[in-house]
């Protein structure tokens, strides 16, 4: 193996940019040179590339000026949704961009969607490709964690504080929508970990009349003479059918007669996908890299490196398995209808703390 390409693809994360750098320092170091694929699957199509490492008298190094990628969010090589690659003749050309460049393995940084087109690639084209899991969401089945997710809840653990702080200052209840259009696990962590009064989950479907009977009893039950409650914060997954800015406004009018509550709402939005990847973040990219550069040299393809799984073939890394790509997709496949055991988990999770989040 003598040349290595990577892209981003799908949603950005913070940590992108990180397992970007690391990919490229990790590839000169192994004697690879590491070509970067601009803007995801399209960029591969299209046959938009620029060289990572150059060659120097000490063999091969990162090419200049791109260190600064280790501590910043985004994606610098850019991402896309690409509509062509769904496709097996968008697939085949691909894999012939590839063949041009002389590319002999390919690292995929990217969500489930991203990874299941890297299957595709790898299992029609025959190209040697390696999948590092990388999306807020946490919705990528046999991993335990995605480079994203740790920096988008620091984002809205912070954002609950400061919602909290105007809040107690009024007396108010505040419906804050977090990312997540079919995983609730951001609402779900975040929500426990800002001790919200409330979490709403696009896993337990309820109806917008059902989730206002629940919100009214816990506002009427809140912020009566013996609980003195001063603040009411609500954490909801953007994947919840009901649209928010509505549910504020219904919750306030069904409380009215208590004359003292006002109810707000937030969308947080794609601020919770920006921002500077957190230490946890940094060190998910550096060493799922080691083993995706590892993977590739090592003559392996069609794999995702997972974190802290509990399938896939043992790497040098205690924490790093390599689960194949086929299975990361039945696994998310099972997350996404409900019937995987982790979604089932977290929904026995957060049915053992409600009564306590309420208090
Ligand atoms: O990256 C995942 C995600 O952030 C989801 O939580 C969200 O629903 C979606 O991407 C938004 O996508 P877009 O940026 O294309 O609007």
């Known amino acids: 193996m003598r040349r290595i390409a990577v892209l981003t693809s799908g949603g950005d994360a913070p940590g992108m940019n990180t397992a970007l750098w690391a990919t490229i320092k990790l590839g000169a170091a192994s004697n690879l040179e590491v070509v970067g694929v601009e803007r995801g699957y399209d960029g591969l199509i299209e046959g938009t590339m620029r060289e990572l490492t150059r060659a120097s008298d000490e063999g091969l190094l990162p090419a200049p000026g791109l260190a600064w990628l280790a501590g910043t969010g985004g994606t610098f090589l850019?991402?896309?949704?690409?509509?062509?690659?769904?496709?097996?003749?968008?697939?085949?050309?691909?894999?012939?961009?590839?063949?041009?460049?002389?590319i002999d393995g390919l690292v995929v940084i990217g969500g489930n969607g991203s990874l299941t087109g890297a299957h595709l690639l790898a299992r029609e084209q025959g190209v040697q490709v390696v999948g590092i899991p990388a999306s807020i969401d946490n919705d990528i089945g046999g991993t335990a964690d995605a480079i994203g997710v740790d920096t988008a809840l620091n984002t809205i653990l912070d954002a609950?504080?400061?919602?909290?702080?105007?809040?107690?200052?009024?007396?108010?209840?505040?419906?804050?929508?977090?990312?997540?259009?079919?995983?609730g696990y951001l609402a779900l962590t975040s929500g426990v970990a800002a001790s919200a009064d409330a979490v709403l989950l696009p896993e337990r479907p309820k109806t917008a009349s059902e989730i206002l009977d629940q919100l009214e009893d816990l506002?009427?039950?809140?912020?009566?003479?013996s609980r003195r409650k001063r603040r009411l914060l609500i954490i909801k997954a953007e994947g919840v059918d009901a649209p928010t800015m509505q549910l504020a406004a219904d919750l306030e009018a069904r409380v009215a007669d208590l004359g003292t509550v006002t109810v707000r709402a937030t969308i947080l939005g794609h601020i919770v996908r920006g921002g500077r990847p957190t230490y946890h973040d940094r060190m998910l990219a550096g060493r799922l890299a080691l083993a995706a550069v590892g993977t590739l040299t090592g003559g392996a393809g069609d794999v995702m490196v997972a974190w802290n799984s509990d399938t896939g073939r043992r790497t040098i890394d205690p924490?790093?398995?390599l689960v194949p790509l086929d299975s990361m997709i039945t696994e998310t496949d099972r997350m996404l209808d409900g019937s995987s055991e982790v979604v089932q988990r977290r929904i026995r999770l957060l049915e053992e703390v409600e009564g306590v989040l309420a208090l």
């Open 219 to 225: 506002v009427r039950h809140s912020f009566t003479a």
């Open 160 to 183: 609950c504080d400061r919602i909290s702080d105007t809040a107690r200052s009024h007396h108010r209840a505040f419906i804050l929508e977090v990312m997540g259009r079919r995983s």
């Open 78 to 102: 850019e991402s896309s949704r690409s509509e062509a690659f769904r496709t097996p003749e968008g697939r085949a050309e691909a894999a012939a961009t590839l063949g041009r460049a002389a």
């Open 319 to 321: 924490a790093v398995t």
